[in-house]
């Protein structure tokens, strides 16, 4: 054994034992003829005491930082005691020491503050994974999926593996392709995710399935992207969308509880697709905080005011709003001060490219009850007012106003939302705020090929009293112009979203369990009665033998520790990332193979240069 | 809801309830004008009685096999009671019904003893998952998983996961690559294990690690081989063989406990390999039963009896045993009554190709105290009974005795011991023994290269007092044809298997953490500076920075299953097997895929027709 006890638990009651610890060597202070180090695991740190007669072999084999160190001693009582670190009542008093393996001098410093830059972290993730903050990270993921095992245990539900080395389907995503040695000119697939798999556990019986797996896209990446990253997915039977809501949003709960301590005692909300479109203009709505959005002129429904702020506009003879599509206004309480050069700046960022505005209008809701607006010259104060009340503005608001393309304005509204929220202090960290967004359109229009695609999948049902309008509709767009008229554009999918802070953290739906059904999908999205049964043959056949109802959802693992860490970034939870290239700079991967790997798998590389 | 209750729950503490039941139907069994449905999930059958109202909507509606059936009813006590079934008190009074689904008449019948040969049953493998032995064998594998998980972390073991996608570095078993769409011309490759990485998160200072998790190798296939596995894969920092053989012979009886009810107190046998060898013919003994090998003639050392033996066979002249390199008895108990039927009958046993001997000799020791052998014209009575006394028989026993070349004497040694064995019914199913073996050797003599490989991996340590061996010795090895007395032929490894009933179930070693001698290790094995750099940069270079001393093992999840659920395949343990051409027969894996991803990855296949 080389360590009687860690580096992160002797306290004042271990006083006068004899103790072995191992560890990295954090820091050494010489004093004069004594020395200190703090020795350093996963646990902690212990401060260690070099007398005298130790310190003199100290200067014959120097200490350096990270060396690994193996020293006993007595656990005695300090007398400058360090009420920051948990084993701060204590040092060890060092009789003998071993240095179990030496250390270069490290590329940045392990500290909870590093000079590292990004590159050289991930060069180095070794070392990197060492930083508390890092380990922290990876610890909180070890409890998220701890947590969520339980909890699916509890429920009864059953991890069942399901194979990686699959078939590739094209659509949607890119697969990962595996040449297969053993049948010349074939290739595997690697999951996307266990999607007809954990279908067919449904069909075989196995009621309640999870499995915390690896997926692969072969997508180009941005920062919160990588080309395999995990998933807690997870499968029911026998439920409609409610049971699953109930489920799911339980779980949730309960990582909350084990893992952030939080009682997350209410029921979460849920609003449908279109109303968080409307309210928020997206949907993943971020409702730690209001702000929501007024639109002026729209196409949406369901808003009043927006007569009188029509009016109000023909009126004005304003053609920024007169031309546009959309009319979107955001009242943000409190701004009514904002300097010129805070507007100013304001009106530059909605002008980035990132969000393509051509400018912002604004109206300050002063508190004196005057009003004052860029577009002074076309409103009258007592039109201000009016359009201050349809927003539902109060005395302080600084109203911003956005005008232009319907979805270009839409997302820019999205955006300015959040932004403020942001500036205001309102998306706080460590305030978590759940949210399902139901019904969501089954279909969307693909422009380029004049058809429809799945908005979430080919497996996902619609709405059931829309079923019939799907079966007795013929899917062919004879009107290109007018696709929105087509009665599959109103169609609503039993489909579910789960939201946290503004980020969709899961997604799922109830599935088509019906052959007829799932025919006629595969129909509707374009594909031949041949690809289908070529593709997804087995799935149809299984509905033939008995299939139950069944739905389910995944949860994005990566990110939804990012969340609860309070990062945005899912790289920094997982131990090994690759970079947006999809390397893995620490091992140098991909990389060339040897040409007999090549020829033993019949497959050449034809570089286009 | 669907259900209110599972199939499985009901007992007689719920008669009068109203109850609603979801599931498969199993059986139809008309009595005049009442029915009787049995119901099945995975948690049970339930017995439903459709009454004479409803008996005529089951004609209009004929409900068959594996249909999807939910009912609802009052449950009843029965009057016909069925103590083999948990819910064999009650049965439901059907008073409404709903056919979720219909099915058609599967391919084999859905029972524990099925009808389906295993093609059939593998291209419809959701159908057999309905079976209940299949069924079990997955719950059983996820008892294992639980239960190992919970041993884990009970014992500060983390959970991280490791990156799928890494780099090939070719040596043992095949690599599976992906080629690489963002780098043209680059390939990742598929784990054959987490090995590097978990290494590195012991520098890292992760010091407890666990994965359960999927590990893959393209080789040729055997029944019990699969290109996809899953390994629970652990390593710990700080530890010496010890430590590590007490940590996970506690998790092995941690999984009995939970699983098998099978409280295993005692310490776990350990062994050399040398005595495994010697004393069983193989590095995996099956230590349930004795009969063990008496070496009669041989190069191993450390029997009693050898030179009497071989002063025996120099006296009777028989070349058999003169000119062998090896004579290997094994002492049958209770056999001596065999007839010259079976003793013949052994004798073309061991002549099969598998095992490939040229023949069988016998001693009987007969229970009147006389000795009988097939080789009687040249050993006197007393001289059977002579090398019976050296063998270790009693009267009753039958002696077999294998003579040939070393190597395949052993190997023909080991077989027919286990045959005896199991022809003895010594190997019972319900029977555990687990073994360490210790002490491999370090390195295995690859002939056709002339060259050292690595027994376990390249990875694994010499045993502490043997490091200085390996250091101060050239690898080449100058006289191939006395390879044996090469320093490098004696070094053993600090490595370990666990073997359970004959079965290596988990393997692992304590690792080199210095530099220096890994470079050395890879020197060994004929690998280029250059080589190893570009291979195993990263650990070299990780172990310049405070590696500490540390091992693990990997358990082969799949097989340890298996063994526990008393089967030889670890086909059956896996929801989703492959056949033995690697295929997935149920989703036609691998396939053909489209030109334009192939255009895309910038590869083409290269058919040698």
Not at 378 to 396: S, Y
Request: glycine share 8%; with cysteine; hydrophobic share 35%.
């Amino acid at each position: 054994m080389y360590r009687t006890h860690t580096c992160g638990e002797l306290r004042q009651e271990n006083t006068g034992q004899t103790v072995t610890l191992a560890g990295w060597v954090q820091t050494v202070r010489k004093f004069g003829s004594i020395s200190f180090v703090d020795l350093r695991d996963r646990y902690g740190i212990t401060q260690l005491l070099f007398g005298e007669s130790l310190n003199q072999l100290l200067d014959e084999q120097p200490l350096g930082r990270e060396f690994v160190l193996q020293a006993t001693g007595k656990v005695v009582e300090r007398t400058n005691k360090n009420p920051q670190m948990p084993t701060g009542d204590v040092e060890i008093d060092i009789t003998a020491f071993k240095i179990l393996n030496k250390a270069a001098t490290p590329p940045f410093t392990i500290e909870d503050k590093t000079d590292g830059g990004d590159d050289l972290r991930m060069k180095f993730r070794y070392l990197d994974l060492r930083r508390n903050p890092v380990r922290r990270n990876l610890e909180l993921r070890y409890a998220v999926n701890r947590s969520a095992r339980n909890y699916l245990h509890d429920n009864n539900f059953m991890d069942i593996e399901t194979p990686f080395l699959i078939k590739s389907t094209p659509e949607g995503a890119r697969d990962f392709v595996v040449p297969s040695r053993m049948n010349p000119g074939q290739f595997y697939a690697l999951p996307q995710s266990p999607q007809t798999f954990k279908q067919l556990l449904m069909v075989s019986g196995y009621d309640r399935y999870y499995q915390v797996v690896k997926c692969f896209r072969d997508e180009d990446l941005r920062a919160d992207r990588q080309p395999e990253f995990t998933q807690i997915d997870c499968e029911m039977s026998f439920v409609e969308q409610d049971d699953i809501l109930n489920m799911f949003e339980g779980l949730v709960k309960r990582v909350f509880k084990d893992v952030k301590q939080i009682d997350y005692a209410d029921k979460v909300d849920r609003m449908t697709w279109n109303d968080a479109m409307i309210r928020y203009g997206n949907d993943k709505p971020d409702i730690r905080f209001g702000m929501e959005l007024t639109n002026l002129k729209t196409i949406f429904e369901g808003q009043s005011g927006i007569e009188e702020a029509k009016a109000i506009f023909e009126q004005s003879g304003f053609k920024v709003f007169n031309d546009a599509e959309t009319v979107l206004a955001i009242a943000v309480p409190g701004a009514s001060e904002y300097t010129r050069k805070q507007t100013d700046e304001l009106t530059e960022w909605v002008k980035r490219p990132q969000i393509g505005m051509n400018g912002l209008v604004f109206i300050k809701c002063n508190s004196d009850g005057s009003f004052k607006s860029s577009a002074d010259k076309f409103f009258p104060e007592d039109q201000l007012k009016a359009l201050a009340g349809i927003c539902g503005a109060q005395q302080g608001d600084l109203i911003l106003i956005l005008a232009g393309r319907e979805e270009r304005t839409r997302k820019a509204a999205s955006e300015l939302r959040l932004e403020m929220g942001e500036r205001l202090g309102l998306r706080r960290k460590d305030e978590f705020k759940l949210l399902w967004v139901l019904d969501f359109p089954l279909f969307e229009y693909a422009e380029a090929e004049n058809r429809w695609v799945a908005r979430h999948h080919p497996f996902t049902a619609p709405k059931p009293d829309q079923i019939a309008t799907m079966i007795n509709n013929d899917p062919v767009i004879r009107d290109a112009a007018n696709y929105l008229s087509h009665p599959y554009a109103n169609i609503k999918a039993n489909a579910y979203d789960m939201v946290l802070n503004g980020n969709e953290i899961g997604g799922g739906s109830i599935r088509i369990f019906q052959r007829e059904l799932q025919e006629k999908m595969f129909d509707a999205l374009g594909m031949s009665k041949e690809e289908a049964q070529h593709k997804f043959g087995f799935l149809l056949g299984a509905f033939e033998y008995g299939a139950p109802p069944h739905g389910g959802i995944a949860f994005g693992f990566d990110r939804l520790c990012a969340i609860l860490g309070g990062s945005e970034s899912i790289r920094d939870f997982i131990a090994f990332p690759k970079n947006n290239s999809g390397r893995d700079v620490m091992i140098d991967a991909p990389s060339v193979i040897d040409e007999a790997q090549l020829e033993e798998l019949q497959i050449q590389t034809d570089l286009k240069s």
